[in-house]
């Protein structure tokens, strides 16, 4: 009898086991197949609080579309330091931070050249397709992981497709990894806004990047007047048009409408920048936008088996931003007619596509409101003189350890110390790394000062502590990494008043600069939100769950499970 009660139990258990295996299960379908085709979106310097503001007064097949139909993470935050366009591009597609994949910043000192690299720079490579002879080098070979793009070329033996464009050399290159097909950015300055690649991809562009340059739409977007697209007094959700705190652009006398571009591009001709002016107009949206679009139809995107990626980074609010602030009107119209941009893209993909492309958007920093107009408006800001920091360290270490050249370079965030005279005079390096931490962390407005040795011996867990370190890699970064008070910001300038400041800039890890929307839409994307705090670090891992393809090879990051239930 006790026999028999046991066997019924252990058949009981086996059923509950086996029977109760799939349902149990939250992950993806094995009848779920792949997209034909993934578009990754990232907008430069947007704020999460931006897909709101504006919400009013946007279409309703654009930003709208993507939080109504699609999935919608709300707290979405960056996990390191320095918020910059280069790291944020390369952690949105590596899965991983500065530590790992070695992009920390815009650009970094080199101690043993004794000068500075820039995050895409390769000299042994050369501009294609420009109008002038350009012997800029540009590639992906700082970039020390791969990339989700890579892994998907890699997993198809080379047989899908990945197409990365931007405004921005960094916003296409990096993106797009080490084995895209092609990376292509505006060039302004050997070409009358021509879309260019470099040799590292290919030896010439191909026809129908010609045909489109062909057609010179930077000069005739140069050629128009840049009015609001809504009736002006309608934007209450920015600053009076006229204000304090924006700067002015092309020789006009107030930073407010009309822009006519007509009149202001031969300013900047003289300043052989006439080209770049379409950065600073929501007609560089359009025209990316455009050429997105024909690279879309002209590569063939997504109609094989093979899953292609097609990654657009929209330039334009990060230089408007950096300008005039987020306060301003100007910021607002870009936005209203960037929602038309991508209503547009979404309406080209469901008519080459249906239903079956999958797309993410993201930013790759925001940023913090213009200090004068934090200041006007009470909340707690200033200025972190920059040089003045590095002159009063100087003078310490001189007093205690004697007249030396003893700092190599100091910039926003990093202090190199000259390592070459600290072992001359046999002085401990962690030692003096963390005396000049210390003194540095005393100084007004410094909240943080961590030392190479500690970043590299400890372990922090959260807060700018975490982030710093995330931020930090030992044969790039500096000596001591530097963290602010919030609501401040850096300046080269000495002397300059808070009151004096216009426009905005970012890099802290304070959630102005950390917190970014992230909307997924499209095929085997479920419809929800959820304020659950999620990275961007994350994409990477949720879009090679997607693919069925291995996580790119520094991946720290963990797939977005909602999506997946």
Not at 80 to 90: D, E, K, L
Not at 128 to 152: F, M, V
Not at 253 to 264: D, H, Q, S
Request: glycine share 8%; with cysteine; net charge neutral.
């Amino acid at each position: 009898m006790k026999n028999n009660f046991i066997k019924k139990v252990y058949l009981l258990l086996c059923f509950l086991l086996f029977a109760g295996h799939v349902p149990l299960s939250h992950g993806q379908s094995v009848n779920q197949t792949p997209p034909k085709l993934v578009v990754g979106i990232v907008v430069d310097q947007m704020s999460y609080e931006q897909l709101y503001k504006y919400k009013d007064k946007l279409s309703n097949g654009g930003f709208v579309r993507l939080m109504r139909d699609g999935f919608n993470y709300k707290n979405t935050q960056y996990n390191y330091i320095p918020t910059v366009t280069a790291a944020g591009h390369s952690s949105i597609y590596t899965g991983t931070t500065p530590a790992t994949h070695g992009i920390i910043g815009n650009s970094w000192f080199q101690r043993e050249e004794n000068n500075g690299m820039g995050n895409v720079d390769d000299p042994n490579e050369h501009i294609i397709g420009a109008a002038q002879e350009n012997n800029t080098g540009l590639s992906p070979k700082n970039l020390l992981s791969t990339t989700i793009s890579d892994q998907l070329r890699l997993a198809t033996n080379f047989r899908s497709k990945v197409i990365s464009v931007s405004l921005k050399d960094r916003g296409a290159i990096l993106p797009g990894g080490h084995l895209a097909n092609a990376a292509y950015w505006h060039d302004w300055k050997k070409s009358p806004g021509y879309f260019v690649s470099s040799s590292y991809y290919m030896n010439d562009v191909p026809d129908w990047v010609k045909q489109f340059n062909k057609q010179e739409k930077s000069n005739a977007y140069l050629d128009t007047t840049w009015n609001t697209l809504l009736p002006i007094e309608s934007y209450v959700e920015s600053a009076a048009d006229d204000n304090s705190f924006e700067r002015t652009l092309g020789g006009k006398t107030a930073p407010t409408f009309p822009y006519e571009f007509k009149k202001m591009r031969e300013r900047y001709r003289s300043l052989n920048a006439e080209y770049q002016l379409i950065w600073a107009s929501p007609f560089g949206n359009t025209l990316l936008t455009e050429f997105a679009l024909a690279a879309l139809e002209n590569e063939a995107l997504g109609v094989d088996e093979h899953t292609d990626m097609l990654n657009i980074s929209y330039s334009v609010p990060d230089a408007v931003g950096h300008a005039l602030g987020p306060q301003s009107v100007e910021i607002q119209d870009i936005y209203l007619r960037l929602d038309r941009d991508i209503e547009s893209l979404l309406n080209k993909l469901d008519e080459k596509l249906g239903d079956k492309y999958l797309l993410f958007l993201t930013s790759d920093h925001g940023a913090i409101p213009t200090a004068s107009y934090l200041n006007a408006n009470k909340i707690p800001t200033g200025i972190a003189p920059i040089p003045k920091y590095r002159d009063t360290l100087a003078n310490y270490l001189i007093k205690k350890h004697g007249r030396q050249n003893w700092i190599q370079h100091f910039d926003y965030e990093h202090v190199y110390l000259n390592r070459d005279i600290i072992r001359d005079r046999k002085l401990n390096l962690a030692e003096v790394q963390q005396d000049v931490a210390s003194f540095l962390s005393g100084l007004k407005w410094i909240r943080v000062a961590l030392s190479a040795n500690d970043l590299q011996t400890k372990i922090y867990y959260d807060g700018l502590h975490k982030k710093l370190q995330n931020g930090f890699h030992p044969k790039r970064s500096g000596d001591i990494l530097l963290s602010f008070e919030p609501g401040i910001i850096m300046n080269a300038d000495p002397d300059i008043a808070v009151s004096e400041i216009k426009g905005t800039t970012h890099g802290s890890g304070y959630a102005y600069d950390s917190h970014v929307p992230l909307l997924w839409y499209g095929k085997n994307i479920p419809n929800g939100s959820s304020v659950r705090k999620v990275s961007v670090i994350d994409i990477a891992p949720s879009l090679a769950m997607f693919l069925n393809v291995q996580l790119p090879s520094g991946c720290s990051g963990v797939p977005l499970e909602e999506l997946f239930r």
